[in-house]
């Protein structure tokens, strides 16, 4: 019945109101001419369909394939021959169906719908991206008999902007998310955390003295020590989770729904499968952790939390590596005359102090900061304020209630714009330090 019915459709009465239509659209009318030359532009117009790169058809107001151009054998692979007759909605993904309908209601008021992106099926069962227009086709009278489909594949071109997209959000050399792409994991969880009132974590990860391995070894071997700790990141990751590359040797995961402790955790064993690495040459991997909404509010003020919390374990590895170097080279050596005095045993202890005095531009200051070794005799601390060698600097520690008085004495390497600065004391002070078990070299300096 529906072949019979799409016969009828394509018969030559219709077939001639719809050249008609393609006439009239472009203002060309039968009044006054010699019928020679309508059938003449009737037969070109059709012609035009047929050759078209465009796949073009035409169907009833009940969705029957009444024509089917070449270009839609080529794009749905379907003959004109198994085609016509069919319904429209063979080419249509079942789960699209419902998209059929309200335009139909629209061509049969006359109206266009312009062009918009769906998925069609082939004939071999496969899916296209496709850019679809349709028209409605009228009689001389401009009642409206059906409608005019053309579509267009653009799968390639879809793909070609998916890549493009994937490109812009990961690191080329990884194929992890980039800064970018962070940012934007980040704002999702920021919201979603806000709805459901659940924390997150972060962790920012930095690959300790890569720049040694890049000298040693060559930068070939010093970017495989990147794509390794990429692996790792992929592996240890949930698939909710969001592991990138934002710069350098600089590393982060987005943990979602992950407490302070649990991300504590998931650094730990990060730091146990580089232990267990058996790849050479071996690296580690300094790591801070911020958690929402202990830590902030932010993006900015979680990563700078995390930022912050990676510069004091950086520099206490640095500091336990350049320990270990040096105890290796001078283990023989003669001490120091003034080692006692300046060079009590030495701990890596991180401290949260006040610091107070006078910057170099004599102005008034008071810092929070924390300290990233300590001893008897002084401390090893960070300052964001610039200070000057020689001047004297007031210290509280909030847990023991204690001030000390100490003064500037050396600067270490700045890093993430603070700096290192060695405080001598005017007295030692153990006591200064919440220690409960003291090293021996500091029982005898007890006041």
Not at 55 to 63: R, V
Request: contains cysteine; aromatic residues 6%; neutral net charge.
């Amino acid at each position: 019945m529906r072949r019979q019915a799409a016969s009828r459709i394509a018969s030559s009465r219709h077939r001639k109101q719809i050249a008609s239509l393609r006439l009239d659209s472009t203002k060309v009318t039968a009044g006054g001419h010699d019928s020679g030359l309508l059938t003449l532009l009737q037969n070109q117009a059709l012609a035009v369909v047929d050759s078209s790169d465009d796949a073009i058809f035409a169907e009833t107001l009940d969705g029957v394939i009444v024509s089917w151009n070449r270009a839609a054998e080529r794009t749905y692979g379907y003959s004109a021959r198994n085609i016509v007759g069919e319904p429209a909605s063979i080419l249509c993904p079942p789960e699209m169906h419902n998209e059929l309908p309200p335009i139909m209601q629209k061509i049969t008021r006359g109206k266009r719908v312009d062009h918009y992106e769906t998925v069609r099926i082939k004939k071999d069962g496969s899916h296209i991206r496709v850019s679809v227009a349709i028209f409605p086709i009228l009689d001389t009278r401009g009642r409206v008999l059906g409608a005019s489909v053309l579509s267009h594949e653009i799968s390639d071109l879809k793909k070609s902007e998916e890549y493009i997209r994937y490109l812009a959000m990961h690191d080329a050399l990884t194929d992890l998310g980039n800064y970018a792409f962070l940012l934007d994991a980040f704002d999702a969880e920021l919201r979603r955390s806000d709805r459901t009132g659940r924390p997150f974590a972060i962790l920012l990860l930095d690959v300790n003295r890569l720049k040694e391995i890049n000298d040693t070894d060559g930068h070939l071997v010093g970017t495989r020590v990147l794509c390794r700790l990429a692996a790792i990141l992929k592996r240890t990751c949930r698939s909710i989770d969001t592991a990138a590359r934002y710069g350098g040797d600089e590393f982060a995961v987005l943990l979602i729904e992950t407490s302070e402790a649990v991300a504590s955790r998931v650094a730990q064993r990060i730091t146990d499968i580089l232990v267990e690495d058996d790849e050479s040459p071996s690296f580690t991997v300094s790591v801070g952790i911020a958690v929402y909404p202990q830590h902030g509010y932010t993006i900015e003020n979680l990563l700078a939390v995390a930022d912050r919390a990676l510069y004091k374990n950086k520099l206490h590895e640095n500091l336990r590596v350049r320990k270990y170097e040096g105890e290796m080279r001078n283990q023989n050596a003669p001490k120091a005359i003034d080692e006692e005095r300046r060079h009590s045993e030495r701990l890596l202890l991180d401290v949260a102090l006040v610091v107070r005095g006078e910057s170099k531009e004599s102005k008034p200051f008071q810092e929070k900061t924390f300290t990233i070794s300590v001893s008897a005799h002084g401390t090893l601390l960070v300052l964001e304020t610039n200070v000057v060698l020689g001047q004297t600097l007031i210290l509280s520690n909030p847990q023991t209630q204690d001030e000390v008085e100490g003064r500037v004495v050396r600067f270490g390497s700045p890093y993430g714009g603070l700096a290192q600065v060695g405080i001598e004391f005017a007295q030692p002070s153990p006591e200064f330090w919440p220690i409960e078990s003291l090293p021996d070299s500091w029982r005898s300096l007890r006041n």
